[in-house]
């Protein structure tokens, strides 16, 4: 089945220790976001993008960064982690059509715990 | 700033209660879609609406888009513990740049 995978589901890092999570999918979608989520809120957006267009939330921390190598794969770096970016990070995809809704498919996320 | 107002932000009942979840903006949507998650979840897409004064059924689930497609409002009916979970509304404005604009979230507990 086409799906949204993400590695790994649990991490747990160091405060300052830099984390890499992993994202990678079959649906061939061209477009691939980066969410953080804490405690039953709105996903906010840290980045997406748009084959290998990058685009930046202006409220993104620097600490923030992400790599797509290819169209199924897609990372996010936390170069420094401090407490406060302990959350659940989620990745989706969606297909660009030409008046589409941009409906999104999200991987099971990643709990990043910081210590 | 593009805000969509999702409300209640909690909501505990009984099984085989019904409810009311509604979404407002003052600005216009292309479409609107509703996720579900579950806890440790990512969310799940239910449905997507995109024309105004749309209504769409999903077994007990009833999806409206406003005339305007300014707001959106899922009702359950007879709802049973399985419905239990974070439910999302996110809106695709007309000149989005393929983002969504989140609503903040209802959490649903369904009481056996």
């Known amino acids: 089945d086409a799906m949204v995978i993400q590695n790994p589901r649990y991490q747990v890092t160091q405060f300052g220790k830099p984390v890499t999570l992993s994202c990678s999918q079959t649906l061939n979608h061209n477009v691939m976001y980066w969410y953080q989520q804490k405690s039953s809120q709105a996903p906010k957006l840290l980045f997406h993008?748009?084959?290998?267009?990058?685009?930046n939330e202006a409220d993104t921390p620097d600490n923030f960064q992400s790599r797509r190598p290819n169209t199924s794969f897609c990372f996010l770096d936390i170069r420094s982690p401090g407490l406060g970016d302990a959350a659940m990070y989620l990745c989706?995809?969606?297909?660009?059509?030409?008046?589409?809704?941009?409906?999104?498919?999200f991987g099971p996320g990643t709990r990043l715990t910081v210590t | 700033t593009q805000l969509l107002e999702q409300s209640p932000q909690f909501l505990s009942i009984q099984e085989g209660e019904n409810l009311t979840v509604y979404c407002n903006s003052s600005s216009v949507f292309s479409s609107l879609q509703w996720y579900r998650q579950e806890p440790g979840e990512g969310p799940v897409l239910l449905v997507t609406?995109?024309?105004g004064g749309e209504v769409k059924k999903l077994k007990r689930l009833t999806f409206q888009f406003g005339d305007a497609r300014k707001d959106s409002s899922l009702h359950i009916t007879a709802a049973q513990p399985g419905d239990t979970g974070l439910y999302l509304c996110a809106g695709a404005l007309v000149d989005s740049n393929y983002q969504l604009i989140w609503g903040a979230g209802t959490k649903l507990i369904i009481k056996p």
């Open positions: 989706a995809t969606s297909r660009d059509v030409v008046g589409g809704a941009y409906e999104q498919y």
């Open positions: 993008y748009y084959d290998k267009d990058f685009n």
């Open positions: 609406v995109v024309t």
